[in-house]
């Protein structure tokens, strides 16, 4: 272990200005654009899965609930984990993982196997996605990460888009086992690709197992997403479930931030948040994915419960605005390289809020077009904020605290979207509600559809709230280097 830790330290301090970066990238890309576009394959198959399985529609829900819930509590854990082992070690174990739950769910005889196969998919999208922002951050200088991770962008943003569309394609003409079939060999080159061109890039440090750390991590951020999935699931916030789901997971978030506080080798190191920028960042993130995963529930909804289109063409809706949102994540990687953030993250936040406006007056005899034409809008806004947002916050840290940042802001992204998506629909179902009180014929289908559309009225009202909120945010943003006082040793020190 001794040799593995000299010859990652050795590529760091003398070998690091000779590595290709292009199939280090690559290599992380494919990986990537696998795991991601796994994420939202199956949604389109649970009518599938569910007479196959002769299951419910709460419990095939545990099919999407428990991959974010198992991604929310191991990402936190991972900034521990990358300075124990090396980048070849953390992605190709994160891709293998992902393969043996690709197989695991491919083959499965009944649902909880599938579930099973579903978790440990998540173990390897967990592990992958703080590891490749991470090695992003150690091979590129500042002033050209802006390029690298539109990159990233372009995948991030891409792949959840065409996974409706394709598994929609798929379950017509196939089984949904297909789902999975077609996944094992593009995951099986992923691990070839890696196997071949990525490179050792980080230092491995290995501080001490704090088990108790990790333990009220995963209590913790585990409880928040499961307390807000079950309340957007369950339709109310006064659930028994619910409401002891969140208290456990409060006060075992509390313990965990007093526990890293005061602990000289923190596994999540909240010294981060001295930087202010990273700090803005945090928050504004915090702000944009609750907007984003709300706003990606809500219209597939109007567009199956009220225009009463299918699942299939609800995703193909969305596409046109993930298609233009991937093409201009490299584009707003390399403006920001050049302008630096500001003069993207604000106009992007007043797109999106633009379009957030719109949606506000979303009516029941709206056309397809018209939805497109506004997703795009957002689509559009999104991919100037994200990216250079990111990446602006995590400029700021030395090298030594890379690795938390990283799981810092993942965790933030997933915790935002299950807080976002309940807070949203328990939104849309009150305002559903409280038009159906006023109504004066409460039976008449149509009076059903117009209660959705008045609830949607209430949940774009807030997230325009929002995107307001985000745009005062992003004013203070500006461009930022990692300060030259302070190396990794001074802060093991």
């Known amino acids: 272990m001794d040799f593995n830790n000299n010859m990652d330290n050795k590529a760091v301090d003398v070998d690091l200005s000779k590595i290709k970066r292009g199939p280090i990238v690559a290599a992380l890309i494919i990986g990537a654009f696998v795991a991601i576009l796994n994420e939202t394959l199956l949604n389109i198959a649970f009518s599938d899965l569910m007479e196959a399985f002769e299951i419910s529609e709460s419990t095939v829900q545990w099919l999407s609930t428990a991959y974010m819930l198992v991604v929310g509590m191991l990402v936190p854990v991972t900034a521990l984990l990358q ?259 500001r003069v993207l993250v604000v106009p992007g936040i007043a797109l999106m809020g633009i379009a957030t406006w719109l949606f506000m007056g979303i009516e029941n005899d709206w056309t397809q077009s018209r939805i497109i034409i506004i997703h795009i809008i957002m689509m559009v806004g999104m991919s100037l904020v994200m990216m250079p947002a990111q990446t602006t916050g995590l400029n700021q840290l030395p090298k030594g605290l890379y690795p938390h940042g990283t799981a810092i802001l993942n965790t933030l992204q997933q915790v935002a979207g299950a807080i976002g998506v309940a807070l949203f629909i328990s939104i849309m179902s009150s305002g559903a509600k409280n038009y159906m009180k006023t109504s004066s014929d409460p039976t008449s289908p149509l009076e059903g559809l117009q209660s959705m559309v008045a609830g949607l009225h209430d949940a774009f009202f807030v997230g325009l709230c929002l995107a307001v909120l985000a745009l005062v945010i992003s004013l203070f943003i500006k461009r930022t280097h990692a300060p030259k006082e302070q190396s990794e040793e001074d802060l093991a020190a």
């Open 83 to 341: 300075q124990w082992f090396t980048t070849r070690q953390m992605f190709i174990g994160a891709m293998v993982l992902f393969l043996v739950g690709t197989i695991i769910s491919a083959a499965a005889p009944e649902f909880g196997v599938l579930l099973a196969g579903r978790v440990v998919q998540a173990l390897g999208t967990g592990l992958l996605m703080p590891v490749m922002m991470n090695v992003i951050l150690i091979i590129y200088p500042p002033e050209k990460r802006g390029g690298a991770m539109g990159m990233i962008g372009l995948v991030i943003m891409t792949a959840p888009v065409i996974g409706p569309t394709l598994s929609g394609l798929i379950v017509e003409h196939l089984s949904w086992r297909w789902l999975f079939y077609l996944v094992i060999p593009l995951v099986v080159f992923s691990i070839a690709f890696a196997w071949a061109f990525l490179k050792n890039v980080t230092t491995l440090t290995k501080p001490r197992v704090d088990v108790i750390s990790i333990l009220l991590s995963c209590i913790g951020f585990g409880g928040i997403v499961y307390g807000f999935s079950s309340a957007g699931e369950r339709g109310s916030w006064t659930d028994p479930v619910v409401v002891w789901t969140l208290i456990a997971g409060g006060i075992s978030l509390a313990l965990f931030v007093w526990k890293q506080l005061v602990s000289k080798e923190p596994i999540m190191d909240l010294r981060t948040f001295r930087y202010p920028m990273f700090s803005l960042v945090a928050v504004l993130m915090l702000v944009m994915m609750m907007s984003l995963f709300s706003t990606m529930i809500m219209l597939p909804l109007f567009m199956q419960n009220v225009l009463l289109l299918t699942a299939f063409a609800s995703g193909l809706a969305l596409m046109p605005g993930g298609i233009i949102n991937g093409i201009m994540a490299p584009i707003s990687g390399m403006l920001f390289d050049k302008f630096g953030p």
